[in-house]
């Protein structure tokens, strides 16, 4: 299994952000699931990958050639692949993912967790997607999210296909019920 991770080549403003992303990392390693994610070395891409890289897990980047000095390839991945456009890097993630989930980013964050959560919508996908809340960064889209609704231009089921967790051992129990290294030893699908 593998989850392919969004969030932001720059560390933003609280230390915290970068905590909760090489955390992530690690929780993934520790789970047995592998990290896809964008490749590069800088910002919160890559503490989540140093995480997973600590904790001894599959950590594989795909970065566009036009990319590649800016974000700073990463030294120490089990894969880089390198894609001539970003429309291939985002391709190639998904394919290789068996879910989304975005960190705090900037707008190249939420083009992509909007583009898979539109395929899931649209039925080219059946991956779940999420947001891990860290520090309630995401609790202004969830609202505007939920405003969409509210005026009639997302159903409510497509806006369900879109989970919102603080924790991510939670995040990832949520994301996949039945996949065993996905899941808390503490609790089942029922306590959730």
Known sequence: MRICVFLGSSGGIKPSYGEAAFGFGALLAKRGIGLVYGGGSIGLMGLVADGARAGGGEVI???????????QDHSDLTELHVTRTMHERKALMAEMSDGFVALPGGIGTF?????????????????????LNINGFYDAMRTFIDHVVAEGFLRPAHRDMLQVHEDPDVL??????NHPEAQLPWIGRADL
Do not use: D, N
């Open 61 to 71: 980047g795909v970065i566009p050639e036009a990319l590649r000095a800016r974000e």
């Open 111 to 131: 083009e992509e967790l909007f583009e898979v959560w539109t395929w899931s919508q649209l039925g080219y996908h059946a991956k779940p997607c999420a947001l």
């Open 172 to 177: 990832l129990s949520a994301m996949f019920p």
